[in-house]
């Protein structure tokens, strides 16, 4: 059986606390928890981020607010799903099932990635000035030329769900239901221009 130790002494308790002294430690004035609502917190603080990018770029009106460097490749057939932190969770649910109606549709096909980026900003531009909720954006999921020497990868598709992860107006964006395009399409939920979350 162990012995349990002595308890320190005084002159070894003075020693560590001038250890601790010297190391830069500082005595807590509480040595109580912070409980706080971390989760309520980053909702907020993401909220604030996103309203003040879409009014930075709604107020500075740039040549393009997509990037065009590499993307992600998605494959083919992947189905694409994006949503904002803080959309309600029906919300979301009734895009993927095809519940809320899209007003305006793009078809990108035939369109190299340079043409694709502005097409796509502008009909995003132009829908939201009506006041749209949801559009429709076909992207396509054929593959690059194997004979040029391109990648294998849906190449508009792959941009496509990078620049609408960038769009200050996008709440969220998903593959289409079939009968719309199935993975060749995503339909894209818009905030409204001046509507808060």
Not at 93 to 107: F, H, P, T, V, Y
Request: hydrophobic letters at 35%; glycine letters at 6%; a positive charge.
């Amino acid at each position: 059986m162990s012995r349990r130790p002595d308890p320190p002494d005084d002159d070894e308790i003075n020693l560590f606390r001038q250890a601790l002294n010297e190391a830069g430690v500082r005595r807590l004035d509480s040595n109580r928890a912070d409980p706080g609502k971390p989760a309520q917190r980053r909702r907020a603080a993401a909220l604030a981020e996103r309203r003040a990018a879409a009014t930075a770029a709604d107020a500075q009106q740039t040549s393009s607010r997509t990037s065009d460097g590499r993307v992600e490749p998605v494959r083919p057939s992947e189905f694409l799903d994006f949503a904002v932190a803080d959309l309600p969770y029906r919300t979301h649910a009734q895009l993927k099932r095809g519940g809320i109606n899209w007003e305006a549709g793009l078809d990108l096909h035939g369109y190299n990635v340079d043409e694709a980026r502005s097409e796509l900003e502008s009909f995003l531009t132009e829908a939201r000035s009506q006041r749209m909720r949801c559009v429709l954006v076909v992207h396509g999921k054929s593959r690059a030329s194997v004979h040029t020497g391109a990648s294998d990868f849906p190449v508009i598709k792959s941009h496509v769900n990078a620049w609408l992860r960038e769009w200050p107006s996008v709440l969220a964006f998903c593959s289409a239901r079939e009968l719309d395009g199935g993975t060749g399409a995503v339909y894209v939920l818009l905030r409204r221009r001046g509507e808060a979350m």
